[in-house]
């Protein structure tokens, strides 16, 4: 005879597939209740031998689960994954080819037993069996990742190899939690913001990165920023300071996943909850003796300052920036990095001073020049930003102080940008001004005949010579400086920072 179970279902709205198996949901939640006595349990069921195990990892919000399989009795048909016990919430069967399997939908900081029982063709099963035959039990306590979606045990095949499981990447570009991330099953960084989709769904361990606000179907930049002060001057970056460079990352013309538009800037500034990275960095003069090593002398004193206040468990994910008290803007950053310097350029009013230059030396990272990465040279703008580089790409790339590269790359426009198409030394300007990246819009111009009545745009007149006087007619003079009559051509930045994504870092610890 079959033992007796008292069941109570509550049904689901839906049948649904669950590892290649179709179940009814209406089965989802059985509860024991009081029975008649119950006979014993076939002995033909299926059972495990000891020594066999069922295993429980945390995977962010999930649970992954691995087991052995049965070893005695039938042959098992399906396994049946619960909580608590044999008779207790049941999270999904499987067929019994598939022995792992990622529960979604557990709360969060949470102990859980899990237990995994078999069942035959004939649906006699191994959960009322007695002492180390019947089920195989673990148990596990959630991360405080949050256990958002619905409770089930989806496969763990992962085609794209980001760690996040295919049957979690529903592909229709909005995320809704980890068990419906709305990403690219095919594609590892669907919104090729430099960030595994794995990584911004479950994080690493001790790093949340939904928690923080970051999203798989929208770029995310993230920085952590510490601060240098001293005894006349404190600049740790507050929200009001970094404000109009996440304003501008915030207004991007590149499009996202899910419909947005725009850069998500996340920032560690030690602000307390999540966010506990960014932190006073202890220096008796305010600034360092350097930046990075094999760019300054002394540049070992930042190595040596990042290796002490940046956790490695954020390397490839955030950028690390430090920001110094000195006065004047010294500051600086890696090229296609993670690192900067900024000053926090005490005793200078320009409240676009120091998100201006973090976001100039933010750009440094992301791979833009001072002139952009391209300039008037034949073929794709792609051309010159991987090596090999020839001399004539290098020397168009750094090219500092075209007035028609509206950008906070250009050392013109590094703490403010206007729409005045005006020279601000000839005609200086007193309307609002902004941060930002170019978009490429503005014709080129040539240093062999600046045009002072037509300008740099909307014919508003510019005085390139910066004699004080409108010229009528075009002349050479080299506007740059650098001892080259030459095209000054606009660059896309917000482009290239689309096309090749948020976190090109290379070879930086």
Request: proline share 7%; charged share 20%.
């Amino acid at each position: 005879m079959f033992q007796k179970v008292c069941l109570s279902l509550r049904p689901r709205r839906r049948w649904r597939p669950v590892l290649g198996v179709v179940l009814s949901a209406l089965v989802v939640v059985v509860t024991a209740a009081a029975c008649d006595p119950s006979p014993p349990v076939p002995e033909n069921a299926p059972y495990w031998n000891p020594g066999t195990t069922v295993d429980a990892t945390t995977r962010g919000p999930l649970v992954r689960i691995e087991w052995d399989a049965t070893t005695g009795g039938d042959p098992a048909a399906s396994y049946q994954i619960n909580l608590t016990t044999y008779s207790g919430t049941v999270v999904a069967l499987v067929p019994a080819s598939v022995r792992s399997c990622d529960i979604t939908g557990l709360a969060a900081s949470t102990s859980y037993t899990i237990v995994v029982t078999a069942r035959d063709a004939q649906q006699h099963w191994s959960g009322p069996l007695s002492g180390t035959k019947g089920n195989r039990t673990t148990t596990i306590t959630t991360t405080s990742h949050g256990g958002s979606g619905s409770l089930w045990c989806h496969p763990t095949a992962d085609t794209d190899g980001d760690g996040l499981p295919d049957a979690l990447e529903t592909d229709d570009g909005t995320y809704t939690s980890a068990s419906d991330a709305g990403t690219d099953p095919a594609n590892p960084d669907t919104d090729n913001d430099g960030i595994s989709d794995g990584e911004e769904v479950l994080g690493r361990p001790g790093l949340n990165l939904i928690g923080m606000g970051a999203r798989p179907t929208r770029k995310d930049l993230l920085i952590e920023t510490d601060w240098i002060s001293n005894a006349t001057c404190s600049i740790q970056p507050t929200t009001t300071k970094l404000a109009p460079m996440v304003t501008a990352f915030a207004d991007a013309p590149v499009t996202n996943p899910d419909g947005s538009t725009g850069i998500n800037v996340i920032v560690d500034r030690g602000q307390g909850g999540l966010f506990t990275g960014g932190t006073q960095v202890p220096d008796p003069d305010g600034t360092l003796d350097g930046r990075f090593t094999g760019q300054n002398v002394g540049g070992s004193h930042f190595a040596a300052t990042k290796a002490v206040h940046f956790d490695p468990i954020r390397k490839d994910i955030f950028h690390y920036s430090i920001a110094h008290s000195g006065n004047g803007w010294a500051s600086t950053a890696e090229m296609r990095g993670d690192d900067t310097y900024v000053s926090g350029g005490c005793g200078n009013g320009n409240a676009l001073g120091y998100p201006g230059h973090l976001m100039h030396e933010m750009g440094h990272n992301l791979g833009l020049s001072h002139a952009g990465t391209h300039e008037g040279l034949p073929g794709p703008s792609w051309l010159c930003d991987d090596p090999p580089q020839d001399s004539n790409c290098v020397s168009k790339t750094s090219i500092n102080w075209k007035p028609n590269y509206v950008s906070v790359m250009n050392y013109m426009y590094m703490t403010g940008l206007d729409d005045s198409c005006r020279d601000n030394n000839y005609a200086p300007w007193t309307g609002p001004m902004w941060l930002d990246y170019s978009t490429g819009t503005r014709p080129t111009i040539d240093e062999a005949a600046l045009d002072e009545l037509t300008g740099i745009c909307n014919g508003v007149d510019f005085d390139f010579d910066d004699d004080g006087i409108i010229d009528t007619t075009p002349y050479p003079h080299d506007f740059t400086a650098d001892g080259v009559i030459t095209p000054l051509a606009d660059h896309d930045d917000w482009d290239h920072v689309d096309r090749l994504g948020l976190a090109d870092f290379v070879g930086d610890d």
